[in-house]
C-alpha cells in the first residue's frame, strides 16, 4: 500500500492590510475575544466556543490533516497589520478528487462583527486562494447561507458562482472546473 500524499502546509501569508498566520493553539485565548458574540452564528449555527473548546478545536486542526489523511486542513487567523488585531480567520479543506494529485478546496472565512464591513474576509480569502492556486488548487467551492450577502460578495470575488445546490440550509458556490 502506498504512501498517502502529502498536504500543504500552511505558511505566513500577507495581504495589503492583513496578515495570515497559521493556526496555532496559543490563538484560542485571543480568538475568544472576537467569536464570543452570537451575531456570528445567524447563519452558521451554534454558540459562541468557549476558550476550551477552541483549544481542543485548534489543537485538531493544527495537525494539518483529517486523523486518516484523506483531506488536508489549513487555517489561518487573520491579523491586522496595523494594529495588531486578530480580525477573523480563513479555511481551506483540501480533497484529492478519485485519488489524482489534483487539489480541491473547500473554503470559509469567519470575521469578527466589530471587524466585519472593512473587506478583510475578501482580502483574507483572496489571499489564501492565490496561495492554493500556486499550490495546485483546481476547484474552489463555499457554502453560503442564500440570505448572507456578503459572504456571497466574498465568493463572487474569487470567482465562484452559486450552483443551485443546497447543503445543510446553505447553497454551494465553487469556481470553474
Known amino acids: 500500500m502506498s504512501e498517502p500524499l502529502p498536504w500543504p502546509v500552511a505558511v505566513p501569508l500577507e495581504g495589503r492590510r492583513l496578515r495570515l498566520e497559521p493556526l496555532r493553539v496559543a490563538h484560542a485565548e ?29 489543537r485538531r ?5 483529517s486523523p486518516d489523511h484523506a483531506q488536508g486542513w489549513l487555517n489561518w487567523m487573520l491579523r491586522r497589520r496595523a494594529d495588531g488585531v486578530l480580525v477573523g480567520t480563513v479555511q481551506a479543506t483540501l ?6 494529485h489534483h487539489l480541491e478546496a473547500e473554503l470559509a472565512w469567519v470575521v469578527g462583527h466589530a471587524h466585519q464591513g472593512n473587506g478583510y474576509a475578501k482580502e483574507g480569502a483572496a ?9 495546485g488548487a483546481g476547484r474552489l467551492t463555499a457554502h453560503v447561507h442564500p440570505e448572507h450577502r456578503a459572504s456571497a460578495a466574498v465568493a463572487a470575488a474569487l470567482g465562484m458562482r452559486p450552483t443551485g445546490e443546497p447543503h445543510d440550509g446553505e447553497e454551494r458556490w465553487t469556481t470553474p472546473a
Open 95 to 100: 480533497s484529492r478528487s478519485g485519488g489524482s
Open 61 to 65: 486542526q493544527s495537525a494539518g490533516h
Open 30 to 58: 485571543e480568538a475568544t475575544t472576537f467569536l464570543d458574540d452570537a451575531r456570528l452564528h445567524t447563519y452558521i449555527g451554534g454558540t459562541p466556543p468557549t476558550r476550551d473548546e477552541l483549544e481542543r478545536r485548534y
Open 127 to 135: 489571499v489564501m486562494a492565490d496561495w492554493l492556486r500556486t499550490r
